[in-house]
């Protein structure tokens, strides 16, 4: 979109809303709100307003009462809403936009360049609550963030080492000024490795990597800041346990250097250990080895962010990592696409939702869970599609009874270790498998006697065995690899990875 057609299609969208609105402002009030485009519409758009030059907001409602301003504010705000969504209709994602008006004015839009939004960075850093609290104490406050970026699977993702301090007092973290850096990385032209930003003595500093000095950013000459020491501890903690545990993945094979990007987080999910706003903590892993083709959960043995969870840095995470190991090298676009991705994963939440999983299968070795096709989500693909559902992979007649399938968890493997030690304990790889509708009656898996479906599993696992099948599972069960994901108008038919072809 032009320059032109830009500003024809905004007065287009904020034509009328000054008609709609302007019996709800108060003369003398300026009213103001910014938003941030994003790929679904946008972020923020709470409305503030000076009076006297003094900012009134929610948090600082000033002479007026919180209820106050929010009755005064809400029908505002219902008012301008749909003009802040269609304003992501002409602009860009990550586009940082500053909104005013006044009783008896324009609807006035301003799309920040670069160079704005790095001053409103620092107007940010200035107006925090530890920047005030430390003004009010006497004391110094600085910052300093080192961001280093990386895509995954198309979206931008930040690496984060921040820390403020007020006096001598650091606090670390790894989060800083996301809705403020997306912006600023959206509009550069050349696309930085990495940035280091200082705030001190009311000046801001932006070092890139590479330099671009028409932003005023100096090349960058610091890459590591000085943490929280307790922060740092758990940061090599983090850092050892994913070494660790790449070590042991490529040690049982070619591990692809593709990462599958999961998209976690939303009403149904329960986050991963590690647990960042800023990038994907929730991935799996494509391993190769002579025989097969393992997809593994990477991630869950992350230690934990938080430190209420575990504050001695006792554990890696959840001490399990989940997989299924497929029968020959099925190609790496198919296991993306594949529906174990979605089996997988919910298989893993379950495990989130119950932190003692690991415990569990220590205690009982195997275990099997039921699950209804609509139990399974398969919107899990960073990429935002929808991953192919149970039909591509599992036969009805074979593996359903009363519209639903079970997975035995905890298969042996003769490629897959069953534990291993990574820094902070001793961990477990889970192997998730089909279980055939034979076994789901009353007499066997369906038992309430555990005695008699513990026994059930016993016997599953010799089959297994027995047919030398183990954990391995083809890439489908049907005659032909059916791709029958829920959006497609038809089904496409693959290849076929039979046992006999390994």
């Known amino acids: 979109m032009t320059e032109i057609e830009r500003e024809e299609k905004l007065k287009e969208i904020t034509g009328s809303v000054m008609e709609k609105i302007d019996a709800l402002l108060v003369e003398g009030r300026r009213y103001v709100t910014d938003i941030k485009t994003d790929s679904y519409g946008y972020s923020g758009g709470g409305i503030n307003f000076y009076e006297g030059g003094e900012l009134i907001t929610r948090f600082k409602p000033g002479k007026y009462s919180k209820d106050e301003f929010i009755d005064h504010t809400k029908s505002i705000k219902d008012g301008v809403r749909n003009v802040l969504m269609d304003l992501k209709s002409i602009y860009p994602a990550d586009t940082k936009i500053d909104i005013s008006f006044e009783k008896g004015g324009e609807f006035k839009v301003k799309a920040l360049g670069v160079t704005e939004l790095i001053e409103d960075l620092k107007k940010e850093i200035e107006q925090s609550r530890r920047a005030n609290t430390a003004k009010e104490n006497g004391e110094e406050y600085r910052v300093e963030a080192v961001i280093r970026f990386r895509q995954e699977a198309g979206e931008l993702a930040m690496f984060v080492d921040s820390t403020e301090w007020m006096g001598d007092k650091p606090i670390s973290s790894d989060g800083f000024k996301k809705s403020f850096i997306e912006p600023i990385y959206s509009k550069l032209e050349e696309k930085p490795e990495s940035f280091y930003i200082s705030y001190c003595d009311n000046k801001i500093e932006i070092q890139s990597e590479p330099a671009m000095e028409q932003y005023g950013m100096k090349k960058q000459t610091i890459f590591d800041i000085e943490l929280e020491p307790e922060f740092k501890k758990r940061k090599d903690s983090h850092n050892e346990a994913v070494k660790m545990r790449h070590d ?158 079970a997975v035995m968890l905890g298969t042996e493997s003769k490629n897959v270790p069953k534990s291993a030690k990574l820094n902070n304990e001793e961990v477990l790889f889970v192997n998730i498998k089909p279980v055939d509708s034979k076994w789901l009656t009353a007499d066997k898996l369906r038992n309430s006697d555990n005695s008699k479906a513990a026994a059930a599993r016993e016997a599953i696992i010799k089959e297994f065995k027995d047919t030398d099948e183990w954990n391995l599972v083809p890439v489908t069960y049907h005659d032909k690899y059916i791709e029958s994901a829920p959006e497609s108008d038809g089904i496409v038919t693959g290849s076929l990875f039979p046992f006999g072809r390994i």
């Open 248 to 405: 042991l993945f490529r040690s049982i094979g070619d591990m692809d250097e593709r990462v599958l990007y999961l998209r976690i987080g939303g009403f149904r999910d329960h986050s991963w250990p590690e647990d960042s706003t800023t990038h994907s903590s929730a991935k799996m892993r494509v391993i190769y080895t002579h025989n097969s083709t393992i997809l593994i959960t990477d991630g869950l043995t992350d230690v934990y962010s938080k430190e209420s969870l575990d504050k001695n840095l006792e554990y890696n995470g959840l001490g399990v990592e989940f997989y299924m190991e497929f029968c020959g090298k099925v190609p790496f676009k198919i296991i993306h696409e594949h529906f174990a991705m979605a089996l997988i994963n919910t298989t893993s939440q379950i495990a989130i939702q119950h932190q003692t999983f690991k415990d569990f299968m220590l205690r009982n070795n195997h275990t099997t869970i039921e699950f209804r096709d609509d139990n399974i989500e398969l919107w899990i693909n960073k990429e935002n599609h929808a991953n192919h559902n149970a039909d591509s992979f599992l036969v009805k007649d074979r593996f359903y009874n009363n519209d639903s399938f």
